[in-house]
């Protein structure tokens, strides 16, 4: 089982809002990963959580706040968005040992618009 | 700067032909290079992985080759399926680091019945 699961799959929200995108994986994966997607675009790296303790920020601004409650919960908390984070929002786990090379699997995403 | 580049942003094939999608990389540091596909409104899906220790890797009806000298790889689908359509992306890691995959821009492969 290499499964994924995010909710909620469409999210619609003001910029005053506050709303939170949830990630679950049951594959005892100890790295997981936020990424951003725009139209036509590669996914860009948010953040990684390794052995539940954010090892990766990538510059990302502060309305964004990952959490990671335990091992097979991720949690992307959103607080005065702008239209312009508009975007597919998608999480990633993977082993998270030293191994060479891990393989990411993906959740199918959150459509998140910002009006 | 495109640390992984796909250059082809579309590509048609008929069905039961081979399907060639390619991939060159600039950062010398990645050894570990993955594809991904991608339907629309979903998240990628891990096709197949190459490490640098090989130049050739094999699963089913898809073959990626890895040539580092060139910097470049190309993933090989035969026979190419109409239910392959789909987005493909390119990426590629550094195992030393923090496991951050570097995707490239993708390339559409639509295979005509």
């Known amino acids: 089982d290499t499964e994924v699961t995010q909710t909620p799959k469409h999210l619609v929200m003001g910029m005053t809002n506050k709303k939170s995108l949830k990630c679950e994986q049951h594959?005892?994966?100890?790295?997981m990963y936020w990424y951003k997607q725009k139209a036509k675009k590669p996914p860009e790296l948010m953040f990684v959580?390794?052995?539940?303790?954010?090892?990766i920020n990538e510059s990302v601004p502060s309305r964004f706040s990952p959490e990671c409650p335990n091992s097979s919960l991720l949690n992307l908390h959103l607080h005065a968005l702008q239209p312009e984070d508009s975007a597919l929002y998608l999480c990633?786990?993977?082993?998270?040992?030293?191994?060479?090379?891990?393989?990411?699997?993906f959740g199918p995403g959150t459509r998140l618009l910002v009006l | 700067d495109q640390q992984v580049k796909q250059n082809s942003p579309s590509l048609s094939v008929q069905e039961g032909r081979i399907s060639i999608l390619n991939c060159d990389y600039t950062?010398?540091?990645?050894?570990?290079f993955l594809w991904y596909k991608k339907y629309p409104a979903e998240g990628p899906t891990f096709l197949i992985s190459?490490?640098?220790?090989?130049d050739k890797n094999e699963d089913g009806r898809f073959t990626v080759f890895l040539n580092k000298s060139a910097k470049h790889l190309s993933l090989h689908i035969v026979p190419s399926q109409p239910g392959d359509s789909a987005v493909y992306f390119c990426?590629?890691?550094?195992?030393?680091?923090?496991?951050?995959?570097?995707f490239g821009i993708g390339t559409k492969l639509q295979v005509i019945p």
């Open positions: 990633a786990s993977s082993h998270g040992g030293q191994g060479f090379g891990e393989t990411q699997y």
């Open positions: 594959m005892g994966h100890r790295a």
């Open positions: 959580y390794s052995y539940e303790k954010l090892s």
């Open positions: 950062n010398s540091m990645f050894d570990y």
């Open positions: 190459i490490s640098s220790i090989k």
């Open positions: 990426a590629a890691m550094n195992s030393g680091g923090y496991q951050k995959v570097t």
